[in-house]
């Protein structure tokens, strides 16, 4: 039953050991200067100004959570269209059905003020 | 005609569906929860019905056999749409006095009892984990209502992320049982011949992701927590409705998908009982704060059903939805009076010392507790008492004694921590001299219902035993 996997394994050896190889191959042969602007996070951007550790505003993962919406549909409703003629017409209301429902959950996000930007930091949805 | 019927086998799930986004969009439009609230508890009323007359009706599959519906399954989904309904009734006023009354409880407790329902009624296992996540989802959300909270915040968290790693053990377990038995359905892999190391991983990661839901030890440690960070009447709900439900869809994996195979996971669920009743006990001892207490009772008392589990009988199936009823019924209660009690808020009555004197303050909310602690300790002529009288009677019959004997005795240890409660109650000095409220007529009156059903059953069991053991009489 594992035989049928072993050219699996050696490739996954093989790229194991060229990676590998190469990068020890690199240090053992490449030149190294380092000066402090090559060692910076940009070596020829801008100087870092704080950790990454901030705290963003919810009104971008609402976004995304909007983005979801949409995205499901897309993910499920292309693959239906395309075999529409297979399924037949009985899988049309199941369809309507789905998108009703995520339908209802993009009306609640607006209801609920996800789409308003223009409120202060800090201030609920209103 | 034919659609219609097959759509009245999971009436149930579809107006529990339903009456989420009805009461989502309510909430949306109107922003007012006490109309969230009322339309919940109309729906879940008219679930109840419809699970009540299936459950009165044939059993069998529809839905291209995807759902299961009648005798054990829609059993199963009366046991949560009750625990749905009388934590519901509970809520309003608990919410509200504590300042938390916000519509998306109802529509998230719906969303929930939705997954519990599909997890009842599933005869297929992507149904099974489809209810299984839907439930959880909504429960995480739950558990995290009070975001102000730091103990509310910590318990999502863990929640969840415990949460979805099981449903990765779980979802695993699936997918080996797929690979082993080539089907998805829960008939069709008793079917198949092929009882490999497949199968078995398969077998070993499923009960993984049930040990997680039902918290039984070691899969536990979320329990306590959440069950003390979430706000009291979700609390009750999570603590019945979804453990009943991931019961009764253990029971139906165990009897209708790994049937042939009980002699070996009857061992597995022998040693997991044990360690779930004595160390469920054992920490409930030490505990101060009765939600955390409530918790490690109801993870003992997982362990309870789980020795019924593994009795692997007909009886014994019967006499553990018989314990879940009465589960039900007693910990709704026994969580409803604390959530009174905490309404209150000068004084925190999650802590065990401050209900000092409290029995004669409020005398009938003293002899509602009473008569909830009671029951679950398992003294008669409580409900609880005949649950744990048949799943141990039923453990005999299969030759369990020494399981049973272990289970006795770690129930004679839960006789001192429910008790030292009510020694609180009654025997105690009351030093503070706070003015008790007056419950709202809804609330004390659902509280009243539970506690006489707690007696009535326990009292006159005959006709919910006779009937739960004909579910195995005739397909057995």
Same mark, same amino acid.
């Given at each position: 039953?594992?035989?049928?996997?072993?050219?699996?394994?050696?490739?996954?050896?093989?790229?194991?050991?060229?990676?590998?190889?190469?990068?020890?191959?690199?240090?053992?042969?490449?030149?190294? @200067?380092?000066?402090?602007?090559?060692?910076?996070?940009?070596?020829?951007?801008?100087?870092?100004?704080?950790?990454?550790?901030? @705290?963003?505003?919810?009104?971008?993962?609402?976004?995304?959570?909007?983005?979801?919406?949409?995205?499901?549909?897309?993910?499920?409703?292309? #693959?239906?269209?395309? @075999?529409?003629?297979?399924?037949?017409?009985?899988?049309?209301?199941?369809?309507?059905?789905?998108?009703?429902?995520?339908?209802?959950?993009?009306?609640?996000?607006?209801?609920?003020?996800?789409?308003?930007?223009?409120?202060? #930091?800090?201030?609920?949805?209103? | 005609?034919?659609?219609?019927?097959?759509?009245?086998?999971?009436?149930?799930?579809?107006?529990?569906?339903?009456? /989420?986004?009805?009461?989502?969009?309510?909430?949306?439009?109107?922003?007012?929860?006490?109309?969230?609230?009322?339309?919940?508890?109309?729906?879940?009323?008219?679930?109840? %019905?419809?699970?009540?007359?299936?459950?009165?009706?044939?059993?069998?599959? !529809?839905?291209?056999?995807?759902?299961?519906?009648?005798?054990?399954?829609?059993?199963?989904?009366?046991?949560?749409?009750?625990?749905?309904?009388?934590?519901?009734?509970?809520?309003?006023?608990?919410?509200?006095?504590?300042?938390?009354?916000?519509?998306?409880? $109802?529509?998230?407790?719906?969303?929930?009892?939705?997954?519990?329902?599909?997890?009842?009624?599933?005869?297929?296992?992507?149904?099974?984990?489809?209810?299984?996540?839907?439930?959880?989802?909504?429960? $995480?959300?739950?558990?995290?209502?009070?975001?102000?909270?730091?103990? !509310?915040?910590?318990?999502?968290?863990?929640?969840?992320?415990?949460?979805?790693?099981?449903?990765?053990?779980?979802?695993?377990?699936?997918?080996?049982?797929?690979?082993?038995?080539? !089907?998805?359905?829960?008939?069709?892999?008793?079917?198949?011949?092929?009882?490999?190391?497949? $199968?078995?991983?398969?077998?070993?990661?499923?009960?993984?992701?049930?040990?997680?839901?039902?918290?039984?030890? +070691?899969?536990?440690?979320?329990? +306590?927590?959440?069950?003390?960070?979430?706000?009291?009447?979700?609390?009750?709900?999570?603590?019945?409705?979804?453990?009943?439900?991931?019961?009764?869809?253990?029971?139906?994996?165990?009897?209708?998908?790994?049937?042939?195979?009980?002699?070996?996971?009857?061992?597995?669920?022998?040693?997991?009982?044990?360690?779930?009743?004595?160390?469920?006990?054992?920490?409930?001892?030490?505990?101060?704060?009765?939600?955390?207490?409530?918790?490690?009772?109801?993870?003992?008392?997982?362990?309870?059903?789980?020795?019924?589990?593994?009795?692997?009988?007909?009886?014994?199936?019967?006499?553990?939805?018989?314990?879940?009823?009465?589960?039900?019924?007693?910990?709704?209660?026994?969580?409803?009076?604390?959530?009174?009690?905490?309404?209150?808020?000068?004084?925190?009555?999650?802590?065990?010392?401050? $209900? %000092?004197?409290?029995?004669?303050?409020? +005398?009938?909310?003293?002899?509602?507790?009473?008569?909830?602690?009671?029951?679950?300790?398992?003294? +008669?002529?409580?409900?609880?008492?005949?649950?744990?009288?048949?799943?141990?009677?039923?453990?005999?019959?299969?030759?369990?004694?020494?399981?049973?004997?272990?289970?006795?005795?770690? !129930? %004679?240890?839960?006789?001192?921590?429910?008790?030292?409660?009510?020694?609180?109650?009654?025997?105690?000095?009351?030093?503070? /001299?706070?003015?008790?409220?007056?419950?709202?007529?809804?609330?004390?009156?659902?509280?009243?219902?539970?506690?006489?059903?707690?007696?009535?059953?326990?009292?006159?069991?005959?006709?919910?035993?006779?009937?739960?053991?004909?579910?195995?009489?005739?397909?057995?």
């Amino acid at each position: 039953m594992l035989e049928q996997y072993i050219p699996i394994f050696i490739l996954i050896a093989l790229a194991v050991l060229i990676a590998v190889a190469f990068i020890i191959l690199s240090y053992l042969l490449g030149p190294a @200067r380092p000066n402090k602007p090559k060692l910076g996070p940009y070596e020829s951007g801008m100087d870092p100004i704080g950790q990454a550790k901030e @705290r963003y505003s919810v009104g971008f993962y609402i976004i995304a959570m909007e983005f979801i919406v949409f995205d499901l549909e897309v993910v499920f409703i292309y #693959p239906w269209a395309v @075999r529409y003629q297979e399924f037949g017409p009985g899988t049309l209301w199941a369809m309507v059905l789905f998108i009703t429902i995520l339908l209802l959950g993009l009306v609640y996000t607006l209801k609920k003020g996800s789409f308003k930007w223009d409120m202060l #930091p800090g201030s609920p949805a209103k | 005609m034919e659609s219609v019927n097959e759509l009245l086998t999971i009436s149930p799930i579809v107006i529990i569906g339903f009456a /989420g986004l009805f009461v989502m969009m309510l909430d949306a439009f109107t922003g007012n929860a006490r109309w969230s609230f009322y339309a919940s508890l109309f729906f879940c009323l008219a679930a109840l %019905a419809g699970a009540v007359q299936n459950v009165l009706g044939p059993t069998g599959t !529809s839905f291209y056999s995807l759902v299961y519906y009648g005798g054990t399954a829609s059993f199963g989904a009366v046991l949560v749409l009750t625990g749905t309904l009388f934590s519901l009734c509970l809520s309003k006023d608990y919410l509200e006095q504590t300042g938390n009354h916000i519509a998306e409880v $109802y529509s998230l407790v719906l969303f929930a009892a939705f997954g519990m329902l599909l997890l009842v009624q599933a005869n297929h296992m992507i149904v099974l984990f489809l209810g299984i996540e839907s439930m959880s989802i909504a429960l $995480y959300a739950l558990a995290g209502l009070l975001r102000d909270q730091k103990k !509310s915040v910590e318990a999502a968290l863990k929640y969840f992320l415990l949460g979805a790693f099981s449903t990765g053990f779980l979802l695993y377990g699936i997918a080996l049982l797929y690979g082993s038995t080539g !089907s998805l359905a829960l008939p069709e892999i008793a079917e198949a011949s092929d009882k490999g190391v497949m $199968y078995w991983a398969g077998v070993g990661l499923l009960f993984t992701g049930f040990f997680f839901k039902v918290s039984a030890v +070691p899969f536990h440690m979320w329990t +306590p927590d959440v069950y003390q960070g979430s706000p009291t009447t979700v609390t009750a709900f999570m603590a019945t409705a979804s453990k009943s439900a991931a019961f009764v869809a253990f029971i139906l994996v165990l009897s209708r998908a790994l049937p042939d195979t009980s002699q070996q996971w009857q061992e597995v669920l022998w040693i997991f009982a044990v360690f779930t009743m004595v160390i469920g006990n054992l920490l409930a001892l030490v505990q101060e704060n009765i939600k955390r207490m409530l918790a490690y009772s109801s993870i003992a008392h997982a362990g309870y059903i789980m020795v019924g589990l593994a009795a692997t009988s007909g009886a014994a199936y019967s006499a553990v939805l018989y314990y879940l009823f009465a589960y039900t019924l007693m910990n709704v209660g026994a969580f409803g009076v604390v959530a009174y009690y905490e309404c209150h808020k000068n004084c925190d009555f999650t802590e065990i010392k401050n $209900y %000092a004197g409290l029995g004669f303050k409020k +005398p009938i909310m003293g002899i509602l507790m009473s008569v909830f602690l009671f029951s679950m300790v398992g003294i +008669p002529p409580f409900a609880g008492f005949i649950g744990k009288y048949r799943v141990f009677a039923a453990a005999i019959d299969e030759g369990l004694i020494s399981l049973v004997i272990i289970g006795v005795l770690a !129930s %004679a240890i839960s006789v001192y921590y429910y008790l030292s409660v009510l020694v609180y109650l009654y025997m105690k000095e009351d030093e503070t /001299g706070m003015v008790m409220k007056r419950p709202s007529t809804l609330y004390s009156l659902a509280l009243i219902i539970l506690a006489l059903l707690t007696i009535y059953f326990g009292v006159h069991p005959g006709l919910l035993t006779d009937f739960l053991g004909s579910f195995y009489s005739v397909t057995w």
